[in-house]
């Protein structure tokens, strides 16, 4: 069993920056691969960007490539998306959600965290 517990999301205007932060619990974080997606009103969640089990690979979605940042840190047991230049299409809850470092589907996943950016 992981818990996850997203922080750091709020009201932003276009061209700000926020970073999200989401800590892990319950698992060796080192044992986990990473990911954050999001979910704006009336449409599916969405992939956002992933990180393997030791920081040194990611993947981003075309929408949020050159803008985001995602890290993490093994020692905090932290996973972070770092969110620059905001856009109001960028509003929506975002999840993190973890899945074995070998493979396999997103099993856990947080509570989400709110982003509203405003034009």
């Known amino acids: 069993q992981v818990q996850l517990v997203e922080s750091g999301g709020g009201l932003a205007q276009a061209g700000d920056s926020l970073r999200l932060s989401c800590a892990a619990s319950g698992r060796t974080f080192s044992s986990l691969a990473m990911g954050w997606f999001r979910q704006a009103p009336e449409k599916e969640r969405e992939f956002v960007a992933a990180?393997?089990?030791?920081?040194?690979?990611?993947s981003y979605a075309d929408s949020v490539k050159g803008r985001f940042t995602i890290s993490r840190d093994n020692v905090k047991n932290t996973v972070y998306l770092q969110m620059n230049s905001l856009k109001p299409e960028d509003t929506a809850v975002y999840y993190c959600?973890?899945?074995?470092?070998?493979?396999?589907?997103?099993?856990?996943w947080g509570q989400g965290t709110q982003v509203t950016v405003s034009s």
């Open positions: 959600a973890s899945r074995h470092r070998l493979g396999g589907v997103y099993e856990y």
């Open positions: 990180i393997n089990w030791i920081g040194g690979s990611s």
